[in-house]
T-cell receptor, first 115, second 109 residues
Framework: DADVTQTPRNRITKTGKRIMLECSQT?????MYWYRQDPGLGLRLIYY???????NKGEISDGYSVSRQAQAKFSLSLESAIPNQTALYFC??????????????FGPGTRLTVL | KNEVEQSPQNLTAQEGEFITINCSYS?????LHWLQQHPGGGIVSLFM???GKKKHGRLIATINIQEKHSSLHITASHPRDSAVYIC???????????FGTGTRLKVLA
């Protein structure tokens, strides 16, 4: 079974629609992250959460919001989708324990197309 | 200039060739992570290292902290190694990853 899962895997939507991408993990990690990947660019951080009560903006948070419903679940919402939010979205998790190097483990990605 | 630079951006090799992908970074780091992104998009972890060398099967990763450089080597390359290889560094004293833009590798049979 996958340790980090994302739903949906693919989504096509229209400009102005509200979209939610969901991430679940069974790794027992406290830290969770949302990234987006665009062609020719490295992954960029949208939001991150160190625990259920700790949510922080990343470098490109405008137009996005998140919810950490439980340790295992972290959702990303696009309140009003626009075409330049078309991208591949990844959820990741990491542990905070000593020796872990904060290694991040990635979900399979969600391909989002906004028309 | 990006804080993490990978070279080459694209690489085509014949099956069996020895392959080297390079990663240079300009920030202080606590660790460096090599990732593989499959054609379907999923990202898997290959190595995380903070010094020296690690080997797993046909893959070898090295890092030189003084020179701020890491290499990923693939011995006896195979078409199934075709993927995008991503270098990411964890900035010193932070949780943050900084990602390179990836090296697209294609191995021809």
């Amino acid at each position: 079974d996958a340790d980090v899962t994302q739903t949906p895997r693919n989504r096509i939507t229209k400009t102005g629609k509200r979209i939610m991408l969901e991430c679940s993990q069974t790794k027992g990690h406290d830290r969770m992250y949302w990234y987006r990947q665009d062609p020719g660019l490295g992954l960029r951080l949208i939001y991150y959460s160190f625990d259920v009560k700790d949510i922080n903006k990343g470098e490109i948070s405008d137009g996005y919001s998140v919810s950490r419903q439980a340790q295992a679940k972290f959702s990303l919402s696009l309140e009003s989708a626009i075409p330049n939010q078309t991208a591949l979205y990844f959820c990741a998790t990491s542990d905070v324990g000593r020796g872990s190097y904060n290694e991040q483990f990635f979900g399979p990605g969600t391909r989002l197309t906004v028309l | 200039k990006n804080e993490v630079e990978q070279s080459p951006q694209n690489l085509t090799a014949q099956e069996g060739e020895f392959i080297t992908i390079n990663c240079s970074y300009s920030v202080g780091i606590s660790a460096l992570h090599w990732l593989q992104q499959h054609p379907g998009g999923g990202i898997v972890s290959l190595f995380m290292l903070s010094s020296g060398k690690k080997k797993h099967g046909r893959l070898i990763a090295t890092i030189n902290i003084q020179e701020k450089h890491s290499s990923l080597h693939i011995t006896a390359s195979h078409p199934r190694d075709s993927a995008v290889y991503i270098c990411a560094v964890r900035s010193s004293g932070t949780y943050k990853y900084i990602f390179g833009t990836g090296t697209r590798l294609k191995v021809l049979a």
